[in-house]
């Protein structure tokens, strides 16, 4: 099994929905999670089984799809949420996707 | 608080050796499956290896083709990786990671830094 997701990058303003995808070469379970990882920092876990989202993790992040397409869209960007977010799939080996870089 | 504590990185000659260790404190770790992670400068998460709680299962990623070796000790809440045959491309921070079931990985560590170089 593969991820990719797209973009690969974009640039967004404060505001702006922004959708990530995350794409599984064959159909994968919902056991599929979120990281942010913002420039120089540890990644953080935002959402985990596709759509439920951590504990403490801001409610304009939401998560969904099923079998080969999953997306993570922001509602409003926030400055602080500018940075790289990764999928993951974890029924298997773990594996992660590429990330993408979000920037101003 | 779950806390990860990773050690051991520095500098080290292709082929050499090194090993990391991460200690756990914040929760009951002989429960949950351990991970490493790395992520080479610029580059993206790569996931290295998963011990389950027992140590009963164990899971490499293809690419280190036997060259790492990790192992958990219960009773002093520590996981290690043995990192053998070093190349340039291990050169990467590595990370000490808790797992959450299936659902996620839940808790980072802060990463050991492990250069490759002559």
């Known amino acids: 099994i593969q991820l990719t997701q797209s973009p690969s990058s974009l640039s967004a303003s404060v505001g702006d929905r922004v959708t990530i995808t995350c794409r599984a070469s064959?159909?994968?379970?919902?056991?599929l999670a979120w990281y942010q990882q913002q420039p120089g920092k540890v990644p953080k876990l935002l959402i985990y089984?596709?759509?439920t989202l951590q504990s403490g993790v801001p409610s304009r992040f939401s998560g969904s799809g099923s079998g080969t397409d999953f997306s993570l869209t922001i509602s409003s960007m926030q400055p602080e949420d500018f940075g790289t977010y990764y999928c993951?799939?974890?029924?298997?080996?773990?594996?992660f996707g590429p990330g993408t870089k979000v920037d101003i | 608080e779950v806390q990860l504590v990773e050690s051991g990185g520095g500098l080290a000659k292709p082929g050499g050796s090194l090993r990391l260790s991460c200690t756990a404190s914040?929760?009951?770790?002989?429960?949950?499956?351990m991970n490493w992670v790395r992520q080479s400068p610029g580059k993206g998460l790569e996931w290295v290896s998963s011990?389950?709680?027992?140590?009963?299962?164990?899971y490499y990623a293809d690419s280190l083709k036997g060259r790492f070796i990790i192992s958990r000790d219960n009773a002093n809440n520590s996981v290690n990786l043995q990192m053998n045959s070093l190349r340039a491309g291990d050169t990467a921070l590595y990370y000490c990671?808790?797992?959450?079931?299936?659902?996620?990985?839940?808790?980072w560590g802060q990463g050991t830094m492990v250069t490759v170089s002559s």
């Open positions: 990671v808790k797992s959450w079931g299936y659902e996620a990985f839940d808790a």
């Open positions: 914040g929760f009951t770790f002989s429960s949950y499956s």
């Open positions: 011990i389950s709680s027992s140590s009963r299962y164990i």
């Open positions: 064959q159909g994968i379970s919902s056991y």
């Open positions: 089984r596709a759509s």
């Open positions: 993951q799939h974890l029924d298997g080996y773990p594996l």
